[in-house]
């Protein structure tokens, strides 16, 4: 008696990958963003494309900065910023301020900034759902 081949493809190990892969990424998309808690007032402005790496500069309540999740020492932004971007001055810096952070100690954050060379700076919001 001869045995035919099976033609049968048995979906039962990709089945398996699939939902490994499923779990590996929904673990895995929440760290991928910034953590650091901070009031960010609203805007009603189009939502615009971010770069693949975006470097976050946040603004905290209480006057401290960082960048990303980590902590930035009151002088070390310049040298800080250099070591993120690898030098490169050209790449855009989201800033992010809390609510209460007073408009002047934005805008110190952002002439030092500048004064480090870096010129294109994009302010972070939240947006609204009456944007249009």
């Known amino acids: 008696m ?14 398996d990958v699939m939902l490994v892969l499923l779990i590996v990424f929904m673990v895995a998309a929440p760290l991928a963003t910034v ?8 805007s009603n402005t189009q939502p615009q494309q971010k770069p693949d790496k975006p470097i976050y500069l946040t ?19 310049t040298a800080t910023l250099d070591a993120l971007s690898g030098g490169n001055k050209e790449d855009r810096i989201f800033l992010r301020a809390d609510r209460a952070v007073h408009y002047g100690d934005v805008m ?8 480090a060379g870096y010129l294109k700076i994009a302010l972070v919001a939240l947006e609204t759902r009456d944007a249009k």
């Open 2 to 15: 001869r045995r035919r081949a099976m033609a049968e493809i048995n979906v039962t190990p990709f089945v």
């Open 108 to 115: 110190q954050v952002m002439n030092d900034l500048r004064s």
């Open 59 to 77: 603004i905290k309540a209480d006057l401290t900065l960082a960048l990303g999740d980590d902590a930035v020492a009151p002088g070390a932004l």
């Open 35 to 42: 953590d650091v808690p901070v009031d960010l007032p609203s």
